[in-house]
């Protein structure tokens, strides 16, 4: 590709980015707190409603963890006017599809439907928050789910307890110590009354957002909105005081083994800050900097030019109160631990004690400008953007402004936030090897 090529390319992507469009919304409260977010677009006919709850992973006590992941699948049972086991052929005989999901800090349930099922969407999400049926025979069927869940993608998968090493190593007291996912053994001791009790607590209309995305008149849209949801009743006040955990002061290193893998990996990884902070963005930047694609840093020298690795890669995992950070590498041959991480940490200490480059500056601000623009290409990026922005960050006005906050990202900032958190006495190394290490 010719030179002139290559900056016209680069100029109409400028164009597009820098011209897309505003996404538009209205928001307002309901009596019961529920707050409701609508984002009129007629591109399709379609519609994605959706319910987020500010409830994941790390809201549980000691000895009933696992409860947010559990519910996700709970209430999907039925509810007082759905039958057991219809709900999702209520919703593909309708011409939708259906989901959820479950982090350390929320869960987060959605229904896309053809434009004229939209009332159908929002009763049946009303029906999950006000009529669920929670019973024994709901409990021990999901139960089950949930351990399957388990087995194949943590416990019989290659590299699947990794992350979770990570948050032991890294978290002593926070609740992001234990996996999102929970341990077996505290979902086989909970109570039919824990469960109810974890209900009336959560997932009430106070502590959630409602979004209605896409092909929507808005009037009508309020008109249902009420009627489905304005009766609930509002829950209690939830107090949310995790224990704050003591700096890192000097090196940890810790070993953990994986009976499903022959090839180990070895992590440097280090406690960030959450992902309001601006720091976490910056933390961003330095992630793709390090370990996005085949030209970054740490790939095109300890993969491409170097041998050393099979694969290698850099990433901030953002929740809401901490944050984990991640440089990791797998050995190519006898590459030893200990080059591998001399070699990761070189590449660490240059972001650390030097400026980027502005050509690598630049290309970073287009990458994140591309991913923006991505991110809000689709109805329901849309509708997951405007629920998350409103509850994790509480400005449901970032899916318009965020990219100014990486645009205002210097070469300056990125070299103060990296020596800020990724100091040698604030790291855990973690040697994660296969399950025959441990016994030679």
């Known amino acids: 590709m010719t030179k002139k090529t290559t900056l016209a390319c680069y100029f109409l992507l400028m164009a597009i980015t820098l011209n897309a469009q505003e996404v538009t919304y209205e928001e307002y409260n309901l009596d019961n707190g529920l707050h409701v977010i609508l984002h009129q677009d007629d591109s399709a006919p379609v519609v994605t409603t959706s319910v987020m709850y500010h409830v994941g992973g790390k809201d549980r006590t000691e000895g009933r963890t696992g409860f947010a992941h559990f519910f996700e699948h709970l209430l999907f049972e039925g509810t007082k006017n759905i039958e057991r086991g219809k709900w999702f052929e209520i919703v593909s005989s309708n011409g939708g599809q259906n989901n959820a999901n479950t982090s350390q800090d929320r869960t987060y349930y959605y229904e896309v439907f053809p434009s004229n099922n939209l009332e159908l969407g929002l009763w049946l999400e009303s029906e999950r928050m006000l009529h669920p ?158 370990s996005d694609g085949r030209s970054s840093k740490l790939y095109k020298k300890m993969v491409d030019d ?50 980027i480059s502005e050509k690598d500056h630049q290309k970073l601000l287009n990458k994140f400008e591309n991913q923006y623009v991505n991110a809000n290409s689709s109805i329901s990026g849309i509708a997951n953007s405007l629920a998350r922005n409103y509850l994790l960050y509480g400005d449901t006005e970032l899916i318009n402004k965020e990219i100014e906050i990486y645009r205002s990202i210097t070469r300056e900032e990125i070299k103060e936030v990296a020596n800020k958190y990724f100091k040698s006495n604030q790291r855990v190394i973690i040697d994660y090897l296969p399950e025959e290490a441990q016994a030679n």
């Open 133 to 290: 049926v929670i019973d024994q025979k709901g409990i021990d069927t999901q139960q089950e789910v949930v351990k399957e869940e388990k087995r194949l993608r943590y416990d019989n998968r290659p590299y699947g307890q990794l992350i979770t090493v990570v948050g032991q190593s890294l978290f002593s007291k926070h609740p992001y110590k234990d996996p999102n996912i929970g341990y077996m053994k505290d979902l086989d001791a909970a109570t039919i009354e824990d469960v109810v009790a974890y209900n009336k607590k959560y997932y009430v209309p106070n502590n959630a957002v409602l979004v209605v995305a896409g092909n929507i008149d808005i009037e009508q849209t309020k008109k249902w909105v009420d009627a489905y949801f304005a009766s609930i009743p509002k829950g209690e006040a939830i107090n949310r005081n995790y224990p704050k955990e003591n700096p890192i002061q000097q090196e940890i290193r810790v070993q953990a083994y994986d009976p499903n893998i022959q090839i180990p990996a070895y992590v440097i990884s280090y406690r960030t800050p959450g992902f309001r902070e601006r720091d976490a963005y910056v933390l961003e930047m330095i992630s793709s900097y390090l």
């Open 306 to 355: 170097q041998k050393q690795a099979l694969q290698v890669g850099a990433f901030n995992v953002g929740q809401e109160d901490y944050g984990m950070y991640l440089v990791y590498a797998m050995p190519v041959g006898e590459t030893s631990a200990e080059t591998l991480l001399a070699e990761m940490e070189e590449e660490i200490a240059k972001v650390r004690e030097d400026l």
